[in-house]
DNA sequence: TATGCGTAGT
């Protein structure tokens, strides 16, 4: 009797472990599906629960919910193992929170392989090698493959080959991880010829190092020889076929990309999304819908790059239908939508879909926070800012570029020093603002700091130092940043080669402008603006039309930039035939309308050749407002031609549109006091100490 | 049954 008892109570006992672990299996697969609020359900409902239900529990909140909610379900736990600490480190990681992670990792009770690994991985992912390097050494006992290929995975992502490949040769087992690591480190930053040889040499490799290698040729935009690897592949798999179409897809290849895609012997939801990807990135939003339509099944991913589409086509409407019809709760779909009002100037309805998201991720934040800045609500941006728990890279930049975009250099620079890390950007931001404010030295010296932090120059960080030595007329100073330029390699890069032909233009070198022109690789709009313009402020204006001419020859079409350089070569030459031509025939030839800066070359042209009746007529026939180029241009020609009273009206027009600027009252100033009127002249010298005018400081702003 | 290191889609 008794004996039967047990035996039933026995498999009672065994039914309900079954029960829990069926429960658990069914919430790990929720949990790995991201189906949050599916497993927040069954876990409330589940009559009994072990550790491994927290732990899955757990798991599911850290990967998609609030990291609030993770920590709360953490202390709440009855028992806890080693694994629900690894899951807390691996929840704190992956939102950035190093020192959340850092301070469970140093609380824990006992520590495995897991939580070692967890905890090199998070400082790599933060940058922070050295850091993590600490944890690796400290590692008791025989260290785990998978811990060294976090630190060698934290090499090669960071560009460090040789701290990667030393410690490949170093650890006790190298496994396939381990050199694919460093092949992805390799295939991602420094190209192919050297991939190729690694991966030539590699003792082993598997399907993942040849889909890195496919990879690196897709990256590398080299689509034959992606192909053509891709036919060697022993046996590709989905990853390798969606590799490749991506290739397609991102080369604007559609048709190939469709072909390849038809072919493909399995299509998988992320192939799906590839091809719909590819669709969207060309704003073929009707290809896209009929091919998301046709999904087997849609993911969250898929929804969003629906989302995204229509709001990178200006389909905000089609975008919101589309989000509200989504089944699941995507930030990054939200976020998509925030950027297409972001983009429409409708900054309130951003801030609504903003203020609605329970799960806000950097990108979100970053988004709200750049979405300010562009309209100039600094302020607004300060404040959320300051609340963002896990900002990254990107929001520091943010705001050093807007600070220095509004010309608050000081506070751009405050939030430059407070800077734990920085990276190109950064630099590139802060240079670029002190460029932009006229602080050119001090744009040179932070350059020569960049390099003291070994943080690498980019095309952009050149081509704000020319611009600077531009406007510091420092030839020889420039000369030395062209040769770093082309050591670097960045010197086929047009943006660079821009800059550069202005910096030799300004320092009137034309003749060696002209040779950087020569030697591009290829010549946008920009760089023939600039050598037209080069030409132009050099007194050449013949040749800058010549140049002109070229162009169009070129089937360049001119643009408003163009014109205003042919205007002011022009004047500056004393072309006045050619320059009326030009600005009377620019809206017929070029479809170009006029714009203030080529009526101010016109003031120019006609006031250099006395002629101020007609240049003020030509102000008074405006087809707008004239701004303070036109007036100055009017002002500076009165000034030439000692018309007092023209000047007098030029004056006026511009202290009303320019009040705080000096030079405005110099100039009446001293042609007052040059034609003998020198109550005038003590008038505006009064005027100025009167308003308080000041030379315009970099620094403005900032209090 | 729950957690880590290398490959594809926002």
Redesign the pocket.
Known sequence: MAAAKATASASAAATRVSA??RS??EL?RL??SGQLAAARRLFEEMPRR????Y??ML?ALARHGPLADARRLFEEMPRR????W??MI?ASSHHGHVTDARELFDAMPAR???????MV?CYTRAGELGLAREVLDRMPGDK????Y??MI?GYAKNGRFDDAVTLLREMPAP????W??VL?GLTRNEGMSLSVQFFNEMPEK????W??ML?GYVRAGDMESANAFFARVPSP????W??LL?GYCRAGRMNEARELFDRMPER????W??ML?GYVHLSHMEEAYKLFMEMPDQ?S??W??MV?GYVHAGKLQEAKDVLNKMPFD?V?AKT?LMHGYLRSSRIDDARKLFDGLVVRDAVCWNTMISGYVQCGMLDEAMVLFQQMLNKDMVSWNTMIAGYALYGQMRKAISIFRKMNRRNTVSWNSIISGFVHNGLFVEALQHFMHMRRDSKRADWSTYACCFSACANLAALHVGRQFHSLLVRSGHISGSFSGNALISFYAKCGRILEARQVFDEMERQDIVSWNALIDGYASNGNGADAILVFQEMEANDVRPDEVTLVGVLSACSHSGLIDEGLHFFNSMTKLYSLKPVAEHYACMVDLLGRAGKLREAFELVQGMHMEPNAGVWGALLGACHVHKNHELAQLAAEKLFQLEPRKTSNYVLLSNFSAEAGNWNEAEKVRFLIKERNVHKPPGLAGST
């Open positions: 829990v672990f658990n299996q790990t949990a790995r072990n550790v491994v239900s732990n899955a798991s193992n080693v694994i629900s690894n899951v691996a495995d392989d897991f939580s070692w690994t967890l991985s785990c493959a998978a811990c290929n976090a995975s496994d396939l991880v381990s694919n690591s992805a598997d399907l993942v190092s889909n890195l990879e798999n989905v990853i390798s969606v590799t991506n998988n939801v992320v192939a999304n590839a990807a993911n991913i898929s969003t790059t995204s995507s990054t998509a």
